[in-house]
DNA sequence: AGCACGATTAACT
DNA sequence: GTTAATCGTGCTC
């Protein structure tokens, strides 16, 4: 399989956020694959976005948004979430989509293990479950996914036809003002193809 | 130095 | 449907 390189990330975030559904996550972890295709991402895109963490400008915490394409940016919050996005578009330029759900493809014993013993069907339906699932956590912040050594990355997969991918309002930014609040930036697999 | 809150999850009623 | 958990970050005093 091959991985998607740097020019798939340095493209226009909403395209990559929808180019992404059906890709494969790949988190290589010792001597383990773990590994899940994408089946929800959302665009966070620019410093005017004020549900993007780089609306106040560049900080210690956000700067990974403003580096180059084709790296993680990967955050804490809630005091107990890691949440993991890639940074798109050029540098210096703040966007990136946040993944948001996988279903698992390999190593899912593993997963169920870093997940305690939940249910396979909650293993990876959040953007804080696949991170504990795949073990990633702000180690990853500022990794580059497309280093030739990378332990983390994407590979190409066949892509979602249009008919199964459903676009709504981002979650959890109700705190943001209007337009941000509202614009259909969440990109998901519609319920049946979730079991690939 | 102090404080409010979050791109969430899980365990309640 | 409601709420506790839990802490780094960024803003105010």
Redesign the pocket.
């Known amino acids: 399989m091959t991985r998607l390189r740097r020019s798939f990330f340095a493209g226009p975030t909403l395209e990559v956020a929808r180019a992404l559904l059906g890709q494969r996550l790949v988190r290589l972890r010792g001597p383990e694959c773990l590994a899940g295709l994408i089946v929800e991402a959302?665009a966070?895109i620019g410093q005017e976005d004020m549900?993007?963490?780089a609306h106040?400008g560049l900080?210690?915490?956000?700067a990974a948004?403003f580096g180059p394409p084709g790296h993680a940016y990967v955050y804490?919050?809630?005091?107990?979430?890691w949440?993991l996005?890639f940074v798109t578009e050029a540098e210096g330029r703040p966007a990136?989509v946040?993944v948001r759900a996988l279903v698992p493809v390999s190593g899912v014993a593993t997963m169920r293990r870093l997940?305690r013993g939940?249910p396979d069907r909650?293993l990876t339906d959040?953007?804080?479950?696949l991170t504990q699932a795949l073990d990633i956590d702000g180690d990853f912040n500022g990794y580059d996914l497309c280093a030739a050594t990378a332990r983390l990355f994407v590979e190409a997969a066949p892509p979602v036809p249009e008919s199964a991918v459903g676009y709504g309002p981002r979650?959890?930014?109700n705190?943001a003002p209007e337009p941000w609040k509202s614009k259909p930036w969440n990109f998901k697999v519609n319920g049946d193809l979730d079991v690939i």
Do not use: D, Q
């Open positions: 959302e966070y549900a993007c963490h106040s900080t210690p915490r956000n948004l804490f919050t809630y005091g107990m979430h949440l996005n990136a946040l997940r939940r909650i959040g953007p804080g479950k979650v959890g930014v705190y």
